[in-house]
Structures are given as structure tokens and as C-alpha cells.
């Protein structure tokens, strides 16, 4: 049996080892809240650089909107699309190539039932499971570098209309671009480059 000061200085060692337990786990409660106030500080950083990238978009639609309306010389800009496009019966897209499938947001379509807005919905909720937003954007490109060089009114509408696809793409399904630093610099590049 311990003696009355042994127990005493028993409880204070015990009381000191509970203290240091205390002051680490203090010590490590610190740094996590210290990172998490830095992960919450590097999102809203890169929530701002897409609300940055989206108004960015915004301006270039509205550019390309005040070039429609000064109007321009309109040679024809023939689809190839619907010849690549498989419908069902009630005249809605049902299958087609990848470039096809990509015409149909940005040309005026009478071959299916939809608007061009109800079919970009579809497009952006379901292109996951055909293609990735890479190959979409490089088609976009592609699409947007002919019709610049066709130079005419039914070619500045079509590359209105892609503005404004990426546009709601970046806007309603930013978290395509959010993780792929690559396919970021490619859609601002394609934007601060191509569409101004």
C-alpha cells in the first residue's frame, strides 16, 4: 500500500501525463482546424476563378451578340449532322456519331421535336456516358474554328450558340473542369483566344 505522499505524487504524475495528452491532442485539433481553414480558403479561391471565368463567358456572349445584330454577309454553312443521326419515333435524337451529337447544339435542327436548350440539357446530363468533357470541348473547338472561318450570320448564330452552351456548361456542371487543371487552361485558352 502506498503512503499518503507516494499517492499524492502518483495522482500529480498522473495528472501531468493527462495534461500532456491534453495539450497534444489541443496541438493536433489546432492543425487539423489550421488545414481545413486552408482547404475552405483554396475553394473559395477556386470558386471565385470560376465565378471569374464564367462572367469572362458572359462578356464574350455578349460580344458576340453585338456582332449579330450589326449583321454580316451570309454564305450557306451546311450540316452534315442529321445525315449521322439516328431518331425515334417521336423525332427526338436517339443515338449518332460524337461530332453529330455536338452539331446538334449549336445548329438549328428541324429534325427533332425538342428546342436546341431542351437538347443541350440532355447533352450536358448524359455526354458522360459516350465521351469526356475533353473530347466535347475539343469538338467545340473544332466546330467554332470552321464557323469562324465560314464568316457569315448563320456562322456567328452557331458560334453564339456555343458561347452560350460552354456558358451553361461551366455554369451548371462546373465540377466537369473542377479537378482537371488541363481541361481548364484548354477552355480559357478557347475562350480568351478563339471567341473574342
Same mark, same amino acid.
Given at each position: ?48 476563378? /470560376? ?12 460580344? %458576340? =451578340?453585338?456582332? +449579330? $445584330? @450589326? &449583321? ?13 443521326l439516328e431518331f425515334d419515333d417521336s423525332g427526338d435524337v436517339r443515338a449518332g ?25 440532355c447533352f450536358v446530363l448524359s455526354y458522360r456516358s459516350f465521351a469526356s468533357a ?7 473547338? /473544332? ?12 456562322? %456567328? =448564330?452557331?458560334? +453564339? $450558340? @456555343? &458561347? ?33
Amino acid at each position: 500500500m502506498l503512503e499518503p505522499d507516494e499517492r499524492l505524487a502518483a495522482a500529480f504524475d498522473a495528472q501531468r501525463r493527462l495534461l500532456g495528452v491534453l495539450e497534444t491532442l489541443d496541438a493536433a485539433d489546432a492543425r487539423s482546424r489550421a488545414l481545413l481553414a486552408e482547404q475552405l480558403y483554396q475553394r473559395s479561391i477556386e470558386k471565385a476563378d /470560376l465565378r471569374a471565368r464564367i462572367k469572362l463567358l458572359h462578356g464574350r456572349v455578349a460580344h %458576340l =451578340k453585338g456582332q +449579330l $445584330r @450589326i &449583321g454580316m454577309p451570309t454564305p450557306d454553312v451546311q450540316s452534315h449532322a442529321a445525315a449521322e443521326l439516328e431518331f425515334d419515333d417521336s423525332g427526338d435524337v436517339r443515338a449518332g456519331t460524337l461530332r453529330s451529337l455536338v452539331e446538334c447544339l449549336y445548329r438549328d435542327h428541324t429534325a427533332f421535336s425538342g428546342s436546341t436548350t431542351d437538347y443541350a440539357l440532355c447533352f450536358v446530363l448524359s455526354y458522360r456516358s459516350f465521351a469526356s468533357a475533353a473530347q466535347i470541348l475539343a469538338e467545340l473547338q /473544332l466546330a467554332y474554328t470552321a464557323l469562324v472561318a465560314a464568316n457569315s450570320t448563320d456562322s %456567328l =448564330k452557331c458560334r +453564339l $450558340r @456555343i &458561347g452560350n452552351f460552354l456558358k451553361k456548361w461551366l455554369a451548371e456542371s462546373f465540377h466537369d473542369f473542377e479537378n482537371d487543371q488541363e481541361l481548364q487552361q484548354r477552355c480559357e485558352w478557347f475562350v480568351a483566344t478563339l471567341m473574342s
